[in-house]
């Protein structure tokens, strides 16, 4: 009897706790159903406040508005620019009229821009104009925006854009290297036509332009003429066109070590350029690049002979002779430093901006090249000389092509 009392009992206990449990269970849902309600009606208790005084804003206008754009005078390129006479056109925007209509159509369809509701967009004319001015001139950039009547951030965008749309549409269409047999055989010809110098594919030069150098790598920027600098590695032909440039190298490297790393070194062992040659007394000298004394020398690249007192005749001759010839990627470097005084100062742009700058000036002298559009020669720029370090690599086959050279410009002299 004790034992029914005892499982009744617990069976009454269990019972009672299984109800209990449920009544809690219903109350903690009507606990988050409830406080689920009280944060919706927060949320829109929110949302009707933000709305109110949204609307009192509108209604009231408690504040004025802040200005769009600060008003600017470009009443130079407006008024002072279509007056002026061709001389002046070109002192200020460093091509002819001509040559500055000619680029125009060729970058209107990819920089020009549309009108919004908010503003008229700036003329593609006067963004070309500004662009070219930047290339063109030592000027801070915030004197240009003035000028211009644009604000300095707009003023630096125009020639970002400018020059990323002149790399990428005429960089591999401007400057080519020879590389078929008629190419080849054209640039050997107009050497030899103009300076007597056979078998010359091109005048190889680097020149230091002035940056800023990426933070932590100053050293690695830091040439011997003592600033910060990368390296344009050029190739020019006998027109003084670019038709190769290796641009970035930190500016601590010299021509040599550049050269050797470049697509350019690979390129000139291509069997087409063993193909086309010239005999001298039984010497094959093939098609060949022409540099100064800080590259080495090969049968791909000619150098000159270590100036020395009582130089030989024959080394002497050779050494006027390729310096004749050499001089056209002098006078490159020169015209595009004359025209796009720009490099001449340092450019204050990240690297792959400054790049992109000197990309452009590069394309845009063989556009002017193309055009006639000649730059004047006697500029007033003071350029110091510092003296290469000679390079001492040389290979067999080049000291045997360099003594046949010589003394066949000894045997046939100008």
């Known amino acids: 009897m004790d034992q029914k009392l005892l499982v009744a009992g617990i069976h009454s206990y269990l019972k009672k706790k299984h109800s209990l449990n449920r009544q809690i269970a219903k109350i903690q849902i009507e606990y988050e159903h409830q406080k689920r309600k009280q944060r919706l009606a927060l949320h829109f208790h929110n949302m009707l406040i933000y709305y109110l005084y949204f609307l009192m804003d509108q209604s009231i206008n408690m504040y004025s508005r802040t200005t769009w754009s600060y008003p600017k005078n470009g009443y130079w390129w407006s008024n002072i620019v279509p007056l002026m006479n061709q001389m002046q056109f070109k002192d200020n925007f460093r091509v002819n009229r001509s040559t500055f209509q000619h680029i125009l159509e060729q970058i209107e369809p990819y920089l020009k821009k549309k009108d919004t509701v908010l503003r008229q967009a700036i003329p593609i004319e006067k963004r070309l104009g500004c662009a070219l001015y930047l290339l063109g001139s030592t000027s801070e950039l915030r004197t240009i925006a003035h000028l211009f009547g644009i604000g300095k951030s707009t003023a630096a965008k125009i ?36 300076y007597s110098y056979p078998m010359c ?64 070194c690979e390129l000139m062992k291509h069997p087409i350029y063993a193909r086309n040659y010239f005999m001298i007394n039984n010497v094959t000298i093939q098609c060949h690049l022409i540099g100064d004394s800080a590259f080495p020398l090969n049968k791909n690249l ?30 490159s470097f020169g015209h595009l430093k004359n025209r796009f ?48 370090n000679n390079c001492i690599i040389q290979s067999t086959d080049g000291i045997d092509n360099r003594e046949a050279l010589a003394n066949f410009f000894q045997q046939n002299p100008l």
């Open 302 to 331: 000619m150098k000159p002979y270590t100036e020395r007192a009582n130089m030989p005749e024959n080394q002497s001759t050779f050494n006027y002779r390729l310096s004749r010839c050499r001089a056209t990627v002098e006078r």
């Open 201 to 264: 594919v091109g005048a190889i030069d680097g020149t230091h332009i002035n940056v800023e150098p990426p933070i932590g790598q100053e050293t690695d920027y830091f040439n011997y003429k003592k600033f910060h600098s990368i390296i344009l590695l050029a190739v020019v032909d006998s027109t003084t066109k670019f038709t190769y440039i290796n641009i970035g190298a930190p500016g601590r490297c010299n021509d040599s070590y550049v050269y050797s790393r470049s697509t350019l």
């Open 159 to 194: 020639l970002h854009e400018f020059c990323d749309t002149i790399v990428t549409l005429f960089f591999n269409r401007l400057i080519v290297f020879p590389i078929t047999d008629q190419q080849i055989k054209e640039t050997c010809d107009a050497f030899f036509d103009k």
């Open 341 to 388: 005084r720009m490099i001449h100062k340092k450019i204050e742009y990240d690297i792959e901006n400054a790049k992109d700058i000197i990309k452009t000036a590069c394309i845009l002298h063989n556009v002017c090249v193309d055009a006639a559009d000649s730059i004047e020669t006697d500029w007033n720029i003071s350029v110091p000389s510092y003296k290469k």
